[in-house]
C-alpha cells in the first residue's frame, strides 16, 4: 500500500486542476489549445497502451500501481472528468447567451401601453362609455 503515493498524487493532481478550471473558467485561445493538447497526449497514451503493452505494464510499476490496464483506465477517468467541466462550462455558457437573447428580444418588441389600447381600439371599434 505504501508504493501507491505517487499514482495518488499524480491522481489527486489531476482532480484538483480539473476543479480549478471548473472554479476559474477562462476563454482564450490558450486554453483552447491546451484542451486540444491533452485531448492528444491521452490518445497519444491510449495509442502507446495498445502498442506496447508490456512498457506500460513497466510504467505502471514505477507509478505504484498494479497494472498498466489500471493506469490506462486512471487516465481515461481523468480525461472523462475533464470532458465532463468542459461540457458543463459550455453549457452554463450557452444558457446565458440564451437568456442574454431573450431579455433583448423581450425589450426591442415591448410596445407602449398607449400604443397597445391604440391596437385594441382599432380591432374593435371605438369604446362607448354611455351604455347601451
Known amino acids: 500500500m505504501g508504493g501507491y503515493w505517487l499514482i495518488r498524487a499524480l491522481l489527486l493532481l489531476g482532480l484538483a486542476s480539473i476543479a480549478w ?3 476559474h473558467p477562462t476563454r482564450s485561445a490558450n486554453h483552447l489549445a491546451l484542451r486540444r493538447l491533452t485531448t492528444m497526449l491521452v ?4 495509442m502507446f497502451a ?6 506500460l505494464n513497466r510504467i505502471a510499476s514505477h507509478l505504484g500501481v498494479e497494472r498498466g490496464v489500471n493506469l490506462l483506465l486512471y ?3 481523468l480525461a472523462f472528468f475533464a470532458q465532463m467541466a468542459t461540457a458543463y462550462r459550455r453549457d452554463m455558457d450557452t444558457e446565458k447567451r440564451v ?11 415591448v410596445k407602449r401601453p398607449d400604443e397597445v ?8 371599434g371605438p369604446t362607448d362609455d354611455r351604455g347601451a
Not at 490518445?43 to 491510449?46: K, R, T, Y
Open 50 to 55: 495498445v502498442l506496447f503493452p508490456t512498457m
Open 117 to 124: 389600447i391604440r391596437t385594441a381600439d382599432a380591432e374593435t
Open 99 to 109: 437568456t442574454l437573447l431573450a431579455r433583448t428580444v423581450a425589450l426591442d418588441t
Open 21 to 23: 478550471t471548473l472554479l
Open 43 to 46: 490518445i497519444a497514451f491510449a
Open 75 to 77: 487516465v481515461l477517468v
